[in-house]
């Protein structure tokens, strides 16, 4: 009879690690997408790194629980909302101070500059949006994630999901109609 | 999937498009943020998942349940332990002192002064007790360590460079040698050229160097000093 020791249940170091380095592989492949998720969730660009920090220490506990069948960008953005959500209620109790974006430094193509502008934009129009409604519309239509799936990683019934995803989009028509207008007013 | 579309303009469709693309982060940025991720790791293993939010709910009230208990229990035991001992002062109080006389006795001293102590008191006033702070986990600790740089970076970010090294100073007192002491050095040479403190700036870029001689931050850092300089 072969004899099990209870010290073989426990996860060695060596697994330990292991599961550590695939998180940090994942995290450093996904990095672009986090940082881009938090900034359209209303992430200040100063405090982005940050937050992403965050990200990673929160896949790092929960990753055990992570299905890796299943697709990481839906999981990690579960995370990322729910931190920036946090931060948001973190900062709306601390004494507001102006959010000063550093300048870009340096000639921009005309091109680069024409799409920095647009993206420029569209995080300021989804600011718009409050932050629960902007995760789904975020969610569903630049990431392309099924309705079903966001109702699923934001713990929000299905209805719900379809009706933030309604309003969402009302809110981001009406915020762009009214940054095309206040741009026409400044040309003029 | 459900991809319900058409309820957006052809503008707005364009914008989210254009936005749809992920831009790719600096090599500087993304070996910032491996260098912290690989830190954290190396500070030990991680803190155990934080509990569902019903969960934590009801945890939280019961820790507040059992505070205000022990708090009541406590004021209690006290109010009691007081007003029976006072209750037994009064009393030895009239036992044993006869009743002051009408006239010509010196005046007592005034109560405030009486409960004043004398300078040559003998019982040593108690010492404060020294609470010592408490020690953080490793996953503690670095989350400590990033809020408490988190202004020193975004000062550096606002080119608000002298707003940056208090915080500085905070984190190098508190985590001399903390997962983030890395980082912290770095920003500090970028606050001192952006002050145009160029002769403490190439001396703490020197020392950069000579504690994090691999660091991935080492070229910026040289940079940053040679510039400045």
């Known amino acids: 009879m072969v004899g099990v020791s209870h010290l073989q249940i426990l996860p060695s170091p060596a697994r330990r690690v292991t599961s550590d380095e695939a998180c940090l592989e994942t995290f450093q492949k996904e990095l672009d997408y986090v940082y881009r998720t938090l900034r359209r969730l209303g992430t200040s660009s100063s405090e982005v790194e940050d937050l992403a920090q965050e990200v990673f220490l929160a896949l790092r506990r929960s990753w055990g629980e992570y299905d890796p069948d299943r697709p990481i960008r839906p999981y990690l953005f579960g995370i990322a909302f729910r931190i920036a959500a946090a931060h948001q209620r973190k900062r709306n109790r601390e004494v507001a101070f102006g959010n000063v974006e550093p300048g870009d430094s340096g000639p921009w193509p005309d091109e680069a500059l024409q799409s920095k502008q647009t993206r420029a934009m569209v995080l300021a129009a989804l600011e718009r949006i409050p932050l629960p409604r902007r995760a789904v519309l975020v969610m569903h239509d630049l990431d392309d994630v099924s309705v079903a799936e966001v109702a699923s990683v934001l713990a929000i019934p299905l209805f719900t999901a379809y009706s933030r995803l309604r309003k969402a989009r009302r809110e981001l028509e009406a915020a762009v109609r009214r940054m095309l207008r206040e741009r026409e007013t400044d040309v003029r | ?229």
Request: proline residues 12%; contains cysteine; positive net charge.
């Open chain 2, 1 to 229: 999937m459900t991809r319900s579309r058409e309820t957006l303009s052809p503008e707005v469709r364009a914008l989210l498009d254009a936005e749809r693309d992920i831009p790719v982060q600096p090599d500087t940025v993304r070996a910032r943020a491996i260098a912290r991720a690989r830190a954290a790791i190396e500070a030990g293993p991680a803190a155990p998942p934080v509990p569902a939010r019903s969960s934590r709910v009801a945890l939280t009230m019961r820790w507040a349940a059992a505070i205000a208990l022990g708090c009541l229990a406590s004021a209690a035991v006290a109010a009691m332990t007081y007003g029976v001992s006072a209750h037994f002062a009064r009393q030895n109080a009239t036992l044993t002192t006869p009743p002051a006389p009408a006239i010509a006795t010196p005046k007592a001293p005034a109560p405030a002064a009486a409960a004043t102590p004398s300078p040559i008191d003998e019982t040593p006033p108690s010492r404060p007790r020294v609470i010592p702070p408490p020690r953080l986990s490793p996953a503690d600790a670095i989350r400590a360590e990033l809020i408490l740089l988190r202004p020193a970076r975004a000062a550096v970010a606002r080119e608000n460079f002298a707003a940056a090294l208090p915080p500085i100073a905070e984190h190098a007192r508190r985590f001399k040698g903390g997962r983030l002491a890395e980082e912290r050095e770095a920003l500090r040479v970028k606050a001192l050229v952006g002050l145009g403190r160029a002769d403490e700036a190439r001396r703490a870029a020197a020392a950069f160097r000579a504690h994090f001689p691999h660091s991935v931050l080492l070229p910026a850092v040289g940079q940053m000093a040679s510039t400045g300089g």
